[in-house]
């Protein structure tokens, strides 16, 4: 659901737009992480595919936040912004593999479950970029300059640890090379 996008993590950050610059740039990034990814894809365990993402994913939230905390950080916005839209790009492209590995790998199961699992992302998709539409409404009647709310940090942090969370549980849940659990 989470990577439908890059540009959520630009409305989120608190501009409403990107400059030609910045889109080649995320561009870029996207691309050369969907061939990392592939590759890591094809010759790595998928656990690695499936919870590394959740990293990237809670960086970006983390650092959206950031400036929102303190003002001695507002300066940085703008770069923090870049780092945060470039590591949400990076976990973006896996999104291929969420999806692969979702319906790829059961081959037994009835058209009817992959129909209802398709339905029921897509739909979640669809709301959260909805919402997001809305809030890029509401940034466009800011005057230029303006920053988001303070209130910004109780949505993106939050976020950020529940995908830090993701990427645990994945870790440590997932069957096969788990680095990070413990041997029974």
């Known amino acids: 659901m989470l990577s439908a996008t890059s540009y959520q993590i630009v409305l989120l950050s608190g501009s409403n737009g990107q400059t030609n610059i910045d889109l080649y740039i995320t561009g870029s990034v996207f691309f050369a992480a969907s061939a990392i990814w592939y590759l890591l894809f094809r010759f790595k365990p998928s656990i690695w595919?499936?919870?590394l993402?959740?990293?990237?994913?809670?960086?970006?939230?983390?650092?959206?936040g950031l400036p929102f905390v303190s003002k001695s950080l507002l300066p940085a916005h703008n770069i923090l912004s870049s780092v945060a839209t470039g590591s949400y790009a990076v976990a973006s492209a896996a999104g291929f593999a969420f999806f692969g590995l979702n319906f790829g790998e059961e081959a037994g199961a009835?058209?009817?479950?992959?129909i209802l699992r398709a339905c029921i992302v897509q739909g979640s998709q669809q709301v959260w970029v909805a919402a997001l539409w809305f809030w890029g409404d509401k940034l466009n009647t800011l005057p230029p300059g303006k920053l988001t709310p303070w209130w910004i940090v109780c949505i993106v942090w939050p976020l950020s640890v529940m995908s830090f969370l993701f990427m645990v549980l994945l870790l440590r849940g997932l069957p096969g090379e788990s680095p990070i659990r413990k041997p029974v």
């Open 110 to 114: 009835a058209t009817e479950v992959w």
């Open 49 to 51: 595919v499936l919870s």
């Open 53 to 64: 993402p959740w990293f990237f994913f809670g960086v970006a939230f983390l650092l959206i």
